[in-house]
Structure formats: structure tokens, C-alpha cells
Nanobody
Framework: QVQLVESGGGLVQSGGSLRLSCAAS????????MRWYRQVPGKQRELVADITKDGNTNYADSVNGRFTVSRDDAKNTVYLQMNSLKTEDTAVYYC???????????????WGQGTQVTVSS
């Protein structure tokens, strides 16, 4: 079984910074693309950023230039550095990853439980 556990959320003032972490644990062969999503009540979950195993990154227009996604494969961890935070960044942030638990088993998608980020004005 694969578990993704996020940490680093909290309350921050507008203009401030936070760094989210998401650590994968369990028995698996390899982790491929890792992603950060966010969701506010009443809205669809939206992709914030993703990073492939090769290190290629992609960002939502709303966070491009302010957020940076990175990964440490030795620690099975993905990070989201969030700078110049705005009140509209307030949301629950979820980690997501494509994981192969065995070489012969197709890749599966996993979610973390989410971490709250609140940006005050």
C-alpha cells in the first residue's frame, strides 16, 4: 500500500511564504509524475503544479512565477514552495502521484489527505 502524507500547511499573511511537503511511504517500485492540486469549498479541484520523474515542471497560470515544485527522489518527497501568497491561494492542497508498486503492475494514481493553507489579508 502507498501512502502520501502532506505537511507544511498553515496560516500566513498575504505576501508571505509557505513550503509544503508530501512524503510517499509504503512498498513501491517507482514514483513517476507528482502533482499538487488545491480545492476550495464549492469549486473543482484544480491542478497547481506537477513535476515528472525527469524533473520537467508545469504550473497553473495563477501560480506561475510565485510557486516552485521540486522533488527529492531519495526521500520520495515532493515539495511546493509558495511565495508571494495571495488570499486567493487559500485552499486545501493535495498531493497526487503516479506510482508503480511492482514492475509488472500498471501504474496507479494516489492522493494524500490534504493540508489547509490559509492566507490572510
Amino acid at each position: 500500500q502507498v501512502q502520501l502524507v502532506e505537511s507544511g500547511g498553515g496560516l500566513v499573511q498575504s505576501g508571505g511564504s509557505l513550503r509544503l511537503s508530501c512524503a510517499a511511504s509504503g512498498n513501491f517500485f517507482n514514483i513517476y509524475t507528482m502533482r499538487w492540486y488545491r480545492q476550495v469549498p464549492g469549486k473543482q479541484r484544480e491542478l497547481v503544479a506537477d513535476i515528472t520523474k525527469d524533473g520537467n515542471t508545469n504550473y497553473a497560470d495563477s501560480v506561475n512565477g510565485r510557486f516552485t515544485v521540486s522533488r527529492d527522489d531519495a526521500k520520495n518527497t515532493v515539495y511546493l514552495q509558495m511565495n508571494s501568497l495571495k488570499t486567493e491561494d487559500t485552499a486545501v492542497y493535495y498531493c497526487n502521484a503516479d506510482v508503480k508498486t511492482r514492475v509488472t503492475i500498471p501504474m496507479r494514481n494516489y492522493w494524500g489527505q490534504g493540508t489547509q493553507v490559509t492566507v490572510s489579508s
